[in-house]
């Protein structure tokens, strides 16, 4: 069965600190890993993914199939990284996005 | 580039009602998606379109929900009679064919039934 965890509903760290949201997923074959960003009042938009491997706005995610883990670091927070962060999966020929529950990250001053 | 609409952003409406949410999707994206977020639990697939046909519609909840996508450009979601397990966050995504799997979202519709 597909099926994205995010264990930290919440995560709240201190400017400047180092964050890390996990995302663990299960799913029989290659999929494509991904992470959305829905800032407040906004829109769910693209952060990064996995075949890309590029850094967005500090953000990294490296894929580890070995523990089936697509976890995003940013070595510095910023207070305008506070959003609800979702981490999803998508099976090899454009299916749906599985989506993991989400964890919402407060940077505080 | 106009991104994916939805409208209305919000609709309350009470138990045993009809509402139609419509979806625009960025022009030339042949793919279309619904998703919904109900209170507390996490955004779940409902069924995708390519053009005009449904190529997954594995998601659907109950055969109280009816998606069309006539023409290809636009899509609706029915649902009739509205019950209030219904109520949530309906999104809409769309996509390109080939290339890159990323989905584009739109504002979501905000549905709640009383």
């Known amino acids: 069965a597909q099926r994205v965890t995010q264990p930290e509903k919440l995560l709240s760290v201190f400017k400047g600190a180092p964050v890390e949201l996990k995302c663990n997923y299960s799913?029989?074959?290659?999929?494509?890993l991904f992470w959305y960003v829905q800032y407040s009042r906004q829109r769910l938009q693209l952060l990064l993914r996995h075949i890309s491997r590029e850094s967005i706005k500090g953000f990294t995610a490296d894929l580890n199939k070995g523990e089936t883990s697509f976890h995003l670091k940013k070595p510095f927070a910023q207070e305008e990284d506070s959003a609800m962060y979702y981490c999803?999966?998508?099976?090899?020929?454009?299916?749906?996005?599985?989506f993991g529950p989400g964890t919402r990250l407060s940077v505080l001053p | 580039e106009a991104g994916v609409t939805q409208f209305p952003s919000h609709s309350v409406i009470e138990k045993g009602q009809t509402v139609t949410l419509r979806c625009d999707p960025i022009s030339g994206h042949d793919n279309l998606y619904w998703y919904r977020r109900v209170m507390g639990k996490e955004i779940k697939f409902l069924l995708h379109?390519?053009?005009?046909?449904?190529?997954?519609e594995s998601g659907m909840p109950n055969n109280r929900f009816l998606a069309e996508r006539t023409g290809g450009t636009y899509s609706t979601l029915k649902v009739q009679p509205a019950e209030l397990e219904d109520s949530g966050v309906y999104f809409c995504?769309?996509?390109?064919?080939?290339?890159?799997?990323?989905?584009?979202f739109g504002p979501g519709t905000r549905l709640t039934v009383l």
């Open positions: 379109f390519v053009k005009e046909s449904k190529q997954d």
């Open positions: 995504a769309s996509r390109t064919s080939g290339g890159s799997n990323e989905q584009f």
């Open positions: 999803a999966l998508s099976g090899n020929y454009g299916q749906n996005f599985v």
């Open positions: 799913y029989s074959g290659s999929p494509e």
